[in-house]
């Protein structure tokens, strides 16, 4: 067989396709003369045909073009943006088809790179699988005055123009048409870049990134919507600026006490519009419980928690254990954090601010022996955090993860060191998408 040379011009090929399986980004895999079909939106069992769009020496990128043999899996996406929206990617396929495909993806990583099988393999936390999203940022572009709002499209920087988004929480539904048409009316229109939406416990907020001042005027108009509406309103000219501007506070910088709620726990975290929040409320709620159902921590317990941000782990684990310390590369999570210790009455958790992607071992933290270790990366994972905290690794750490191949990664680097994964759990946090969130659970062996 000839294979065309390495290109990125798309072709199709004349054979049908086998789907053997999926990679670790949700993609189907098969193989084709010896080579590895990585293949959008085509589902395991099912027979295909495709058109290739990159074709490299040992792997191609492709996408469906037919399906010859659908799985049982397979559904028709319900939101109409799906062949266009870059974003809800996997709307083909079923929720309960997700969530087993999500699993059983997490476990062939951990066994094919790390040779690792979890002791018990737990139910997964399911979500909702639409209304699920309390936040989400909407692209903004203008020509000529025109308004172009909504995600991105798939594989490019065109936007798609949405007016309603199935995966967004019912108070927010409205919010894609409700900015089409006010936005326009502005004056200062095309300074206006993006707009950022989110739930907090008090009700709705909108944040509105510009490039240039707004004008009085403008402003005047953006508080009447704001109070139409009932929005919490923020302005921001700059990724260090933010200012209320709504409802009925000086806009000299300050933040409205937003706050979200973990009712299990009885913590209230307080956060600010350019926080880091999850977007899924009854999944963090969940993960949140879980965590301290596996780990068990009692009054005698020291935890480290990696990560921290604004406490969305320490505060619970405080409330159960004898001292929490939580690490955060942002001086500004970390104050916030400190703030929501003090709010929540808990006097036996310290915040501290490091980079921890470089060495941190001659940090005061760092030299302490914990009995509790949870680490919640970010997608490039962990392994350079578990080699610097070799010697204070404790028999329980949890790891939070986002991305199955580092999590792979770092279960074999644990396994070094004696460690056995014991409980692992695959976490529905963004269904509908091909992103893969679990909890795993590892024991000094």
């Known amino acids: ?12 090929l004349n054979e049908d396709v086998r789907i053997d399986g999926l990679s670790h980004d949700g993609r189907g895999i098969a193989r084709y003369h010896g080579k590895t079909l990585f293949i959008d939106g085509a589902l395991p069992g099912e027979t295909i045909r495709v058109q290739v769009v990159e ?51 997490v476990l062939d990583q951990l066994r094919r790179f790390a040779n690792v099988v979890p002791e018990h393999v737990e139910d997964s936390l399911i979500s909702p699988p639409y209304g699920y999203r309390y936040r989400c940022r909407f692209a ?23 007016n309603e988004c199935p ?7 409205e919010m894609p048409l409700l900015l089409q048409s006010f936005l326009p009316t502005l004056k200062g229109r095309e300074a206006i870049s993006h707009a950022e939406c989110f739930l907090a416990e008090q009700g709705r907020g909108l944040l509105l990134r510009h490039i240039r001042p707004l004008s009085e005027e403008d402003r005047v108009l953006l508080k009447e919507f704001a109070a139409t509406h009932q929005l919490f309103l923020y302005l921001q ?15 000299e910088g300050v933040s409205v006490a937003l706050n979200y709620f973990l009712p299990e726990s009885g913590v209230k975290l307080c956060f600010r519009p350019q926080d880091f929040t999850q ?30 941000g604004l406490g969305n782990f320490s505060l619970p684990l405080a409330k159960k254990s004898g001292h929490v310390t939580g690490v955060e590369g942002s001086q500004n999570s970390v104050e916030q954090a400190t703030r929501n210790a003090d709010l929540n009455g808990l006097n036996n958790v310290s915040f501290y601010c490091a980079d921890l992607s470089s060495d941190f071992t001659a940090e005061s933290w760092a030299k302490e022996h914990y009995d509790i270790v949870v680490l919640d990366p970010p997608r490039a994972g962990a392994d350079f955090m578990i080699e610097q905290l070799a010697s204070l690794l404790p028999d329980r750490l949890l790891y939070i993860s986002c991305n199955p191949a580092t999590l792979a990664r ?11 994964l014991e409980r692992l759990c695959v976490m529905d946090m963004f269904p509908q998408t091909a992103h893969v969130e679990s909890m795993a659970l590892f024991i000094r062996a």
């Open 1 to 12: 067989m000839r294979f065309k040379r390495a290109t990125s011009t798309p072709f199709f």
């Open 55 to 105: 074709d490299k020496r040992r792997f191609m990128n492709a996408r469906v073009k037919e399906v010859l043999s659908a799985s049982s899996e397979r559904c028709e996406p319900v939101c109409r943006h799906f062949h266009r929206c870059g974003g809800c990617n996997l709307q083909y396929w079923s929720h309960a088809g997700q969530l087993e495909g999500k699993q059983q993806i």
């Open 140 to 162: 903004i572009r203008w020509r000529k005055g025109r308004l172009s709002l909504g995600f991105r499209e798939k594989g490019s920087n065109t936007i798609c123009e949405i």
């Open 167 to 173: 995966v967004l929480a019912e108070p927010l539904q």
């Open 237 to 251: 000219d700059s990724p260090e600026s933010i200012r209320v501007l709504y409802p009925g506070m000086p806009d």
């Open 279 to 308: 977007v899924n409320w009854v999944i963090n709620q969940a993960m949140v419980e879980q965590a301290l159902q596996w780990l068990t921590p009692n009054a005698s317990d020291k935890v480290l928690d990696l990560f921290c």
């Open 410 to 420: 770092d279960a074999g680097n644990l396994a070094s060191y004696g460690f056995k």
